[in-house]
């Protein structure tokens, strides 16, 4: 207990003291970490985002490989990277065994399946949701690559912060292609593990906690970031609410307005133009003094001129119309064709 309690005390005095040593091998594992989570991510999200929205022969195989590539063993690849990059190997002209690029490229290798896993899901499921309406747009594949992953940000940057967090706990990888080279290629893991079988505890205890407060602060941002994305969600709820209520509220009225005019039409009100077969607003409307007589209204015993009063007669018309007295005659049985004689 002595012990645990005055390695605790010294490695809280270290991170207290800003211990160059400590910081160092602090501020490059970060950056490791940082390059190979950018660059993982940048493959994994496009790949996943491919996947998810894309159909092919052949995608469950490959849906299937990649699933078994979360549980890749950051030993063997750190094995494979090891072979590749030796100076026997595919990749030996690089030099880059034994250096900060060996190790980004074994940490993107295991960044890789685990953005692209997870990615392709939430794309996937976006897909399913709101596919179809971009398809009926006309957005391709890749178009709606990009739409689907945009509209998921939040969930994607839960990713990145995962990725991140996968990256800067690997120690086995990092260790066999980066050698830890003090100084050089020595991070927060590798670290740990060559202090504590050297028995330096307060610096591997000191370099535990700042891995620890680092993982922290990565569940602290998701935290937060899915915080901020259920908010997102609450307001456009409301908005889809108070926009559906307005949409209410203006068909409502305009219900009420058409009972309304139905309502006046069914009274007899007069509204707008008037209705037809009306011959009362009509009458009302044209000229009720002196409007002209229509052909075939059948005027008094008093305006009809002399003539044969029976049947097939004519009946004399006579009208002011235009400023201008018009007369005529027309044959009161005759056909609707039958001859009209003006006479002015």
């Excluded at 998810?52 to 950051?74: H, I």
């Excluded at 937060?224 to 926009?243: G, S």
Aim: hydrophobic share 45%; proline share 3%.
């Amino acid at each position: 207990m002595n012990t645990f309690l005055d390695s605790a005390a010294t490695a809280f005095q270290l991170i207290s003291d800003f211990d160059p040593g400590l910081w160092a091998i602090a501020g490059r594992s970060l950056g490791v970490s940082a390059t190979a989570c950018f660059m993982g991510c940048l493959i994994g999200i496009a790949l996943g985002s491919f996947l998810g929205v894309s159909k092919f022969r052949g995608r469950g195989m490959v849906l299937t490989l990649l699933n078994t590539f979360l549980a890749l063993p950051s030993v063997v690849v750190g094995l494979v990277i090891y072979l590749l990059l030796s100076r026997t190997g595919p990749l030996g002209f690089l030099g880059w065994l034994f250096s900060f690029k060996a190790m980004v490229l074994a940490q993107v290798v295991l960044v890789v399946p685990v953005a692209a896993a997870l990615s392709r899901q939430v794309v996937d499921d976006a897909e399913s949701a709101y596919g179809e309406q971009w398809r009926s747009l006309g957005a391709g594949t890749e178009l709606r690559c990009i739409l689907l992953a945009w509209n998921e940000r939040f969930a994607m940057l839960t990713i990145v912060v995962a990725c991140f967090g996968r990256a800067i706990s690997e120690v086995g990888a990092v260790m066999i292609v980066g050698g830890n080279i003090e100084g050089f290629t020595r991070v927060m893991t590798t670290a740990i593990a060559l202090e504590t079988s050297k028995g330096d505890l307060p610096l591997a205890l000191a370099l535990g906690l700042v891995l620890l407060a680092v993982v922290g602060l990565l569940n602290a941002l998701i935290g937060v970031v899915q915080l901020r994305q259920q908010r997102h969600v609450v307001v456009a709820d409301h908005r889809d609410v108070a926009r559906h209520r307005q949409a209410g509220a203006l068909q409502r009225l305009q219900r009420a307005q058409r009972q309304q005019v139905v309502g006046r039409h069914q009274r007899g009100e007069r509204c707008g133009a008037p209705r037809v077969g009306d011959d009362t607003a009509r009458i009302r409307d044209d000229a009720p003094d002196d409007r002209a007589p229509r052909i075939g209204d059948h005027g008094s015993a008093g305006d009809a001129p002399p003539g044969d009063g029976g049947a097939g007669g004519e009946i004399g018309v006579e009208g002011k119309a235009g400023g201008e007295y018009l007369s005529g005659v027309e044959d009161a049985g005759a056909d609707p064709g039958a001859e009209l004689i003006i006479r002015q």
